[in-house]
């Protein structure tokens, strides 16, 4: 029997310190980098990384969260859903505590509503076969590293027959979500560390537009606090390639899981299960194909249609910049709410509302550090 | 929510395999990853493995680590701390 590979080697060493001073060395005037994944934010929060990086050397938190970037209206059909008496709603825990308009999962499921917390699609499709009097709603929230999931579940309710289990397909796409931030106005982007799980699905050869065409150096990172350092180190050294003159380009960092070309079984299950279209990014607005419907083979598949459940337009709580924050224009402790009016404990916007989230992230690791 | 975890492959039944994270074995679906064997190391998310996990990659990754250190060593030793 083989052993489990020793990935402690990742997260510490002697080599951190040199990562670290060899950052220091490569910052030699203002450099904004952007990671875009939930999954960074919070690596980079918890190993203390933006305190040993030069202050010179911004790292700004994109729109990394797929929970965080739902709108109220999409938060809103579900909790609709919920109320209804044969309707269960399976869904990620993230999902839960997300506020609505007026109310949340959380709540409706302390009001009675059937809200059950799965780690799977698959379970969602379980449930349904052994309650078929009931409807089983999961809600589809996630990058491209959980849609194919969520398309696999549901291709194996297909073939087994299942009718009682749909979706709300909210899912959301990375590379047209960079493309997007490349062409916001006022704001200096220098690169992206590109997110290491959702590269493993769509390959690394998705960014080759962002960085040919739009000229911004992409890394694709891994999670680990070596693995964030040494990617932030390739960054810079594209980025002072590119100050003088030079072409950007996509390098692999995290080459153990990411392929070039990603997971092609995958990749063509999401082409078999989703059409792409337009999407609507909670603080940010619309983004070009960006997102997902399903299919027309898959349609009777959705939750929406199926229940008859419109979309409301809701109004943003006040005060809030996630927007800008998810932007690159503000960081969290611009916001007048941050930490006073707005904690993890009780949210005000959804940055705060996850763990994943830039404003949460910061209030948990950086805000305590420096107060 | 993209949060993968690597687990070492322990054995493999039709679509379904039991992996071994560290000590705790869970049942993982291998329907996006279907040629995976017993001994490949994966990457787990929501139920599914969705990459393998290359062990030459993984040691390659950690030589360079050594390799971006070493160049900042070198840029120290420098005089007048021009790059490398
Ligand atoms: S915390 Fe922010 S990034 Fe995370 S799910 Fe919520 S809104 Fe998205
Ligand atoms: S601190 Fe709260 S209100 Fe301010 S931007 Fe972040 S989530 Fe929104």
Redesign the pocket.
């Known amino acids: 029997m083989k052993e489990l590979l020793d990935f402690e080697a990742f997260r510490e060493g002697p080599e951190a310190e040199g990562l670290v001073r060899r950052v220091r060395e490569l910052v030699d005037g203002p450099t904004a980098l952007m990671e875009v994944c ?1 999954t960074h ?1 919070v690596a980079i929060g918890r190993a203390g990384i933006r305190s040993l990086v030069p202050e010179e050397l911004r790292l700004l ?1 994109g ?8 709108p109220l209206g999409e938060i809103d059909q579900t909790i609709e859903a919920a109320r209804r008496p044969d309707v269960t709603v399976a869904t990620f825990g ?1 999902m839960m505590r ?1 506020p609505g308009s007026e109310s949340s999962l959380e709540r409706e499921r302390a009001a009675g509503a059937d809200v059950r917390v799965v780690t799977s699609a698959l379970d969602a499709v379980k449930l349904a076969s052994e309650e078929p009097s009931r409807e089983i709603v999961f809600i589809g929230v996630g990058f491209e590293t959980t849609s194919p999931t969520v398309a696999a579940a549901l291709l194996e309710a297909e073939r087994r027959d299942v009718p009682n289990v749909s979706v709300f397909p909210f899912f959301k796409l990375v590379p047209p979500a960079l493309e997007f931030l490349v062409g916001v106005p006022d704001r200096a982007l220098d690169g992206f560390l590109c997110p290491g799980h959702v590269s493993s699905i769509i390959g690394s050869n998705a960014y080759e537009p962002v960085a040919r065409e739009a000229g911004i150096p992409c890394v694709v990172t891994g999670f680990e606090p070596l693995d964030i350092l040494a990617g932030i180190v390739m960054l810079l050294e594209q980025v002072r390639d590119v100050r003088s003159g030079g072409a950007a380009r996509v390098e692999t960092q995290y080459s153990r899981a990411v392929r070039p070309e990603g997971n092609p079984t995958a990749r063509s299950l999401l082409d078999e299960t989703f059409d792409t279209a337009d999407a609507e990014w ?2 940010i607005g619309a983004i070009p194909a960006s997102g997902y419907v399903l299919s027309q083979d898959l349609m009777h598949r959705d939750a929406a249609a199926k229940l008859g459940i419109e979309r409301p337009e809701p109004a943003e709580p006040e005060g809030c910049i ?1 927007g800008a924050i ?1 932007l690159g224009r503000k960081l969290p402790g611009d916001c007048p709410l941050f930490g006073t009016d707005c904690t993890p404990r009780d949210p005000v ?13 910061h209030f948990r690791y950086e805000h305590r550090r420096s107060t | ?1 993209c949060l993968a975890v690597p687990g070492l492959v322990r054995e493999v039944d039709g679509t379904r395999a039991k992996v071994d994270f560290g000590g705790i074995t869970r049942e993982v679906e291998l329907s996006l990853l279907p040629d995976t064997a017993v001994d490949d190391y994966v990457l787990v998310h929501a139920g599914y493995a969705i990459e393998k996990v290359d062990r030459e990659s993984a040691l390659e990754t950690m030589r360079l680590f050594r390799e971006m250190a070493e160049a900042a060593d070198r840029g120290r030793s420098e005089p007048d701390g021009t790059d490398v």
């Open positions: 939930g934010t938190s729109p990394g969260c797929p929970v965080c970037v739902t993230d997300v909670r603080g996630c998810m916007g959804p940055c705060m509302v996850s763990s994943e989230g830039s404003c949460a992230a | 929510m």
